[in-house]
């Protein structure tokens, strides 16, 4: 069972940059797709960037040209670069597998990263 420690969230400006990182406790190469995901509260867990393991990225409408989702699969790591941050970014930031990694009948969840964005 791979575990994921996200980092790298904090209080920021709008206008502003965060890059966030998560670290594996085991190799990712034989995880097709890593992904980034939110939670704002109140609001149900979003995906927000995927990235296979060729370098192909998808991202959501929300932040398409905003965030870079990259993985560096020696480092076992996985990075979300976000920049030009609104308010509505504001959520706590999980990294997992796409579709999230099993444990037991539910889904593996870290313990994510806060990102705040003030206006």
């Known amino acids: 069972q791979v575990q994921l420690v996200e980092s790298g969230g904090g209080l920021v400006e709008a206008g502003g940059s965060l890059r966030l990182s998560c670290a594996a406790s085991?190799?990712?190469?034989?995880?097709?797709?890593m992904a980034w995901y939110r939670q704002a509260p109140g609001k149900q867990r979003e995906l927000v960037a995927r990235?296979?393991?060729?370098?192909?990225?998808n991202y959501a409408d929300s932040v398409r040209g905003r965030f870079t989702i990259s993985r560096d699969n020696a480092k076992k790591m996985v990075y979300l670069q976000m920049n030009n941050l609104k308010p509505e970014d504001t959520a706590v930031y999980y990294c997992?597998?796409?579709?999230?990694?099993?444990?037991?009948?539910?889904?593996?969840w870290g313990q994510g990263t806060q990102v705040t964005v003030s206006s």
């Open positions: 990235i296979r393991t060729g370098g192909m990225a």
């Open positions: 997992n597998a796409d579709p999230p990694i099993p444990y037991g009948a539910e889904a593996y």
């Open positions: 085991r190799s990712i190469d034989s995880i097709l797709v």
